[in-house]
């Protein structure tokens, strides 16, 4: 059993949520541990279609576990309201757990989000403007609000008498923007404090106890790898880790009880915001391919920038995060194609480049090397079994098995909960 890691390995919207769900239905707990409301989680079951930004997917499983860790900034009135919507859709809410050590996002966050994207100009970051970014900045400045400290009302105003000029100096004298005052903040999160107090805990004795008597614990990544803060496409990226590293840190969990690392794939590539992006489709084909995958941002609506597989980018996420083990989504969306490409090799300044680098200005302007195979050109939704694939779409998924080398062990062939090829055994 174990611990089994589910992380995204391209820019985020790999369809995480889905494998998750899947994941969730043999473990005994789920946990978030990193990001904010910046993500979205889609996970539609029959008829319904839910939407997570903060609440493990785990949660439609009656009796799994589902905590939002420690490395989360949790933006109280978005958790409010997604579970006031999950408790309208018969949720059961009992099991979840709100790490007491998990940052909040306070109201100035996102104003300063958007504000400092404004700043930037031409240079903007395309952020999702949910103050995930102002809120990590202030938890590295040791000038953070935890979720815990809901519980302290004395200590929170304390902290916020001193914390909050900070803010508003910046607010008013860099932006010329309306400052906030202590006591509608305090009210505001008084009131937050009472109806999430039910849920803030520290999950310490869970998580290890869970890890102790060696139950099935689902991590739950949110982003990409190459969304990380480190390891991505800086500064085009989010501000925390969404890597494996950052994903055990944000649960407190160490890595000698991770028994597998799942890397999420598109069978093809999608990015939201600005940044580098080797392999983007622009036109006709690109347009197709968005309206086929609905590659509509989860959180934001904003159009997803769609490309080719980049086989680099997924090598490296194979490599930096130890992935022992691919899920690949939306074979479907390729279905009508008379080929695919396959991006194996980039040349940077006409040099062989095999990895995406540091260098932001020389990623921008890398020319990608493609291969292409034969489509399948049938609809692959109704496969249950890697043998209903037609031989095409096999011969794609061994390719990308050889180029990553891993195994593609879950294939996703539309979003429902049902169409999926699962292995027989994990
Ligand atoms: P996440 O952020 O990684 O959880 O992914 P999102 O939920 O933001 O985006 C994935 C989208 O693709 C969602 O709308 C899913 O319902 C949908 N989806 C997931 N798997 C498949 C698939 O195999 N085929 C199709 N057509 N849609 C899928
Ligand atoms: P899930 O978990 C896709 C992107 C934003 C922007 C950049 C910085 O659904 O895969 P931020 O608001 O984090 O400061 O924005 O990161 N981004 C995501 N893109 N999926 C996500 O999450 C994302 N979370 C952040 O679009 O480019
Ligand atoms: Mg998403």
Not at 80 to 92: D, F, I, R, V
Not at 183 to 189: F, G
Not at 267 to 276: E, F, L, M, Q, S
Not at 335 to 360: F, W
Request: aromatic letters at 8%.
């Amino acid at each position: 059993m174990g611990v089994v890691l589910c992380l995204g390995g391209q820019w985020g919207d790999e369809g995480k949520g889905k494998i998750v769900d899947l994941l969730a239905e043999s473990a005994q707990m789920v946990i978030r541990s990193q990001g904010g409301n910046n993500a979205g989680h889609t996970v539609v079951v029959g008829d319904h279609t839910f939407k997570f930004n903060l609440i493990p997917a785990g949660i439609l499983h009656p009796s799994t576990v589902c905590v939002i860790g420690n490395g989360v900034v949790l933006d109280p009135r978005v958790l409010l309201s997604e579970l006031e919507a999950l408790e309208e859709q018969g949720a059961n809410l009992d099991n979840l757990v709100i790490s007491e050590r998990a940052h909040m996002i306070m109201p100035y966050h996102p104003v300063l989000d958007r504000l400092e994207e404004g700043a930037r100009g031409d240079d903007r970051l395309g952020t999702t403007f949910r103050g995930v970014g102002p809120a990590y900045s202030d938890k590295v400045r040791r000038i953070g609000f935890r979720v815990g400290d809901l519980q302290k009302p004395a200590f929170l105003e304390k902290k916020l008498r001193f914390v909050l000029p900070l803010k508003n100096q910046a607010l008013v004298r860099l932006y010329d923007a309306q400052p906030f005052t202590v006591e509608a903040i305090l009210e505001e999160y008084t009131d937050y404090a009472r109806r999430l107090d039910r849920f803030i805990r520290d999950p310490y004795p869970l998580i290890q106890g869970a890890l102790a008597e060696e139950r099935r614990v689902v991590l739950e990544g949110a982003q990409g790898t190459m969304l990380d803060l480190d390891l991505g496409t800086y500064p085009y990226v989010t501000s925390s880790y969404p890597s494996a590293g950052g994903v055990l840190a944000g649960a407190g969990i160490g890595p000698r009880h991770v028994t597998r690392t799942i890397g999420v794939f598109k069978a093809y590539t999608t990015r939201v915001g600005y940044g580098p992006f080797p392999t983007e489709l622009e036109g006709e084909l690109g347009e197709y391919l968005r309206e086929r995958g609905g590659e509509y941002g989860t959180t934001t609506g904003r159009a997803r920038r769609v490309g080719w597989f980049d086989a680099c980018v997924a090598r490296y996420a194979v490599a930096v995060n130890g992935i022992d083990s691919l899920a690949l989504t939306k074979l479907d969306v390729l279905d009508e194609l008379e080929t695919v490409r396959i991006c194996t090799g980039y040349r940077s300044k006409g040099q062989p480049q095999d990895h995406p680098m540091a260098n932001i200005s020389h990623l921008k302007h890398l020319e990608p090397e493609f291969e292409e195979l034969p489509g399948w050109r049938r609809s692959t939704r109704g496969a249950r079994r890697r043998e209903e694939l037609p031989s095409e779409a096999r011969a794609y998924l061994d390719r990308l098995s050889e180029l990553l080398g891993a195994g593609v062990d879950w294939v996703s062939v539309g979003a429902g909960r049902d169409q999926t090829i699962e292995p027989a055994a994990w």
